[in-house]
């Protein structure tokens, strides 16, 4: 089975790029810096259904992109959540949070609905995390 990105994925994100074993998307909803990263596997939908390699390169891939959304955006918050109640693909949120952000310090996906980007908003967004990230490939 090849792997296939979730359609509500695909409709509701914008692909930024791959690392060895993630793709990264950024979350269509300008209220937050939202990331997510999604392992390339088919199939997969916990961690622990990826073998011990691919769960040790998903947790360096989230530590690096964490690092960078870090110095790209500062925060008051990292959050960092495999939820999969709506898309069963895996995917691993990381979402920048601030005390003054609209959901601040309720769950950004319990409150309000997704502002989409302006145009030209979510490629200066892009741009603040690829300077950040030069293991990023197209």
């Known amino acids: 089975m090849d792997f296939v ?59 690096e992109l964490g690092e960078a959304l870090g110095r790209a955006f500062g925060s008051h918050k990292l959050n960092v959540a495999a939820l999969g109640n709506v898309v069963a693909q895996l995917h691993v949120h990381h979402v920048v949070r601030f005390r003054d952000d609209p959901a601040w ?6 409150e309000g609905q997704a502002v989409p980007y302006a145009s030209g908003q979510a490629e200066r967004t892009v741009e603040r995390l690829k300077a950040e990230l030069p293991a990023l490939r197209a």
Not at 105 to 110: G, Y
């Open 5 to 63: 990105l979730d359609e509500r994925l695909r409709r509701d994100c914008f692909e930024l790029g791959r690392f060895e074993l993630c793709r990264l998307l950024l979350m269509n909803d300008a209220r937050f810096p939202w990331f997510i990263l999604v392992p390339e596997r088919a199939g997969v939908r916990e961690i622990h259904e990826l073998d011990a390699g691919d769960r040790a390169q998903l947790l360096r891939e989230s530590c």
């Open 105 to 110: 310090p309720r769950p950004v996906w319990c």
